[in-house]
Each structure stands twice: as structure tokens, then as C-alpha cells.
């Protein structure tokens, strides 16, 4: 197995609509917006097996000071290979001049973010609106 990463933002539908289905995450079923959004993204870092995209990166910037991490995913079936260390790594690479890189994380994903370098505010906690598309 040979993964290429690509800084690129077009995607089809279904690339998009596949990877994100295949992580349960209910956005995948918007495919149409995923497309725009790549589009809109700063940085977008995909991870490729051939032609099928299995690993993404996305994050947002204010251009000097503070980067968000909006999409990290992999494939499950990639998962534990390395892919989404690589994806992170390569975003700390882009935004190592800027104050903080930021990433909204569940508590079962806390272990791999720690190992990616990230450290758990003890004086912050995510807050959350969200709505559901209609």
C-alpha cells in the first residue's frame, strides 16, 4: 500500500460522499455542500490509495496567529497505518509559525491527538450550536 497525499480542493460527490459515510458522519449524506466546502477550506490535505481518497485533513486560518482543524478522517479500514499522524503532521508543517493549532475533540479521540502533539486545555471546554440541515 502506497499512500499519496495531495494539497488539493476539488473532490467529486462521491469521493467526498464515500469517505465521510464511511466514518458515520451524517454530513457525508450533504455531498453537494462537502464539494463547496473543500473549495473553501484554507488547507486541505488528502490521503490517496490509488484512486480511492481514504483520509482527509481540513483546516481554517486567520492567516497569522491561530489555525482550526475542522476535518480529520480516515478510513476505517486505514485506520491504525499512520494516515491521519501524517495528515496532522503535515498541517503542523504548514501552520508552525502561528501562536495555535486548535482541533475540537471527543473524549475517545483525546489519546491520538495527544500522541499528534496536542494537549488538552485544562481551563477551556468546546462548545457546540448545531443544527440539522433541512
Known amino acids: 500500500m502506497t499512500i499519496e ?8 460527490e ?3 460522499k464515500d469517505l465521510f459515510l ?5 454530513s457525508g449524506h450533504f455531498p453537494d455542500k ?4 473543500m473549495k473553501n477550506f484554507k488547507t486541505v490535505i488528502s490521503a490517496w490509495d490509488g484512486d480511492n481518497l481514504v483520509g482527509m485533513i481540513c483546516a ?4 497569522v496567529m491561530n489555525a482550526y482543524v475542522h476535518y480529520l478522517l480516515v478510513r476505517p479500514e486505514y485506520q491504525g497505518k499512520g494516515i491521519g ?10 501552520y508552525k509559525d502561528y501562536l495555535r493549532i486548535v482541533v475540537v475533540a471527543y473524549n475517545e ?13 485544562d481551563d477551556a471546554c468546546p462548545m457546540f450550536i448545531t443544527s440539522l440541515w433541512t
Open 14 to 16: 462521491q469521493d467526498l
Open 5 to 12: 497525499y495531495k494539497n488539493i480542493h476539488e473532490f467529486s
Open 109 to 121: 479521540e483525546l489519546a491520538f491527538y495527544e500522541h499528534c502533539g496536542f494537549k488538552k486545555a
Open 60 to 63: 481554517m486560518d486567520d492567516g
Open 85 to 94: 499522524k501524517v495528515l496532522v503532521d503535515k498541517v503542523h508543517e504548514i
Open 34 to 37: 462537502l464539494v463547496v466546502a
Open 22 to 26: 464511511s466514518v458515520e458522519w451524517s
